[in-house]
C-alpha cells in the first residue's frame, strides 16, 4: 500500500467536506494531511485555505499557498486556493490577479471563470482609445467572443434563444 494513502485520504475528505461547506470539519482534515506529508503543495494549499476561511489567520494561509503555487507554478487549483484566500480578507484585486493566472494555465476552468465574473471582472475593450459603449468596440467586442468560443457555440445559442 502507498505510505501516503492516509495523507491522501485526509485531504479528500477535506475537499469534500469544502464542497459542502463545511470549513471547521475541512480544515481538520487538511490539518492532517498537512502533517502527514508536509512536503506535497496541494495538502499546503488546502491547508492554507482552511486556516484563512476557519481561523482568518491572513498571514499563515497566505505563507502556506504561496509557496505551494511557487513550487507547484503549473497548477490552476493552487492559484485559485490563493485566490480565495485574497477574497476571504477583502483583497479583490489580487485574487483577480490570481484567477487571471490560475486562467491562463487552464483557461476551460469553468469554476475559477465563474468566480472571475462573479466578481465583475470584464474582458478589455478591443480597441482601449475607444468608449467601452462605442458602436465599433462592441462589434469587435462580439466578434472576439465568437472567436474565442467557436462558431458552433453561438448557432446553438441563437437557435436556443429563438425557440425559447
Known amino acids: 500500500m502507498n505510505a501516503t494513502f492516509p495523507a491522501e485520504e485526509q485531504y479528500r475528505r477535506g475537499r469534500d467536506l469544502l464542497n459542502e461547506n463545511s470549513h471547521p470539519e475541512a480544515l481538520e482534515h487538511f490539518r492532517a494531511a498537512y502533517n502527514l506529508d508536509r512536503a506535497n503543495p496541494r495538502y499546503r494549499s488546502y491547508y492554507g485555505l482552511g486556516l484563512a476561511m476557519v481561523e482568518r489567520r491572513f498571514d499563515k494561509a497566505l505563507e502556506l499557498c504561496r509557496s ?3 513550487e507547484e507554478f503549473f497548477n490552476p ?8 484566500v485574497h477574497l476571504a480578507f477583502g483583497f479583490k484585486a489580487e485574487a483577480i490577479r490570481y484567477l487571471r493566472r490560475g486562467l491562463m494555465i487552464d483557461p476551460g476552468n469553468n469554476e475559477m471563470s465563474s468566480e472571475l465574473a462573479g466578481l465583475g471582472v470584464r474582458n478589455r475593450p478591443v480597441l482601449t482609445f475607444l468608449p467601452r459603449r462605442h458602436a465599433i468596440n462592441r462589434f469587435l467586442g462580439r466578434v472576439r ?12 445559442m441563437a437557435t436556443t434563444r429563438a425557440l425559447g
Not at 487549483?77 to 480565495?84: F, G, K, Q, V
Not at 467572443?145 to 446553438?156: D, L, N, V
Open 68 to 70: 505551494a503555487a511557487k
Open 77 to 84: 487549483e493552487l492559484y485559485h486556493n490563493l485566490a480565495r
Open 145 to 156: 467572443h465568437w472567436w474565442r468560443t467557436g462558431p458552433g457555440r453561438i448557432a446553438s
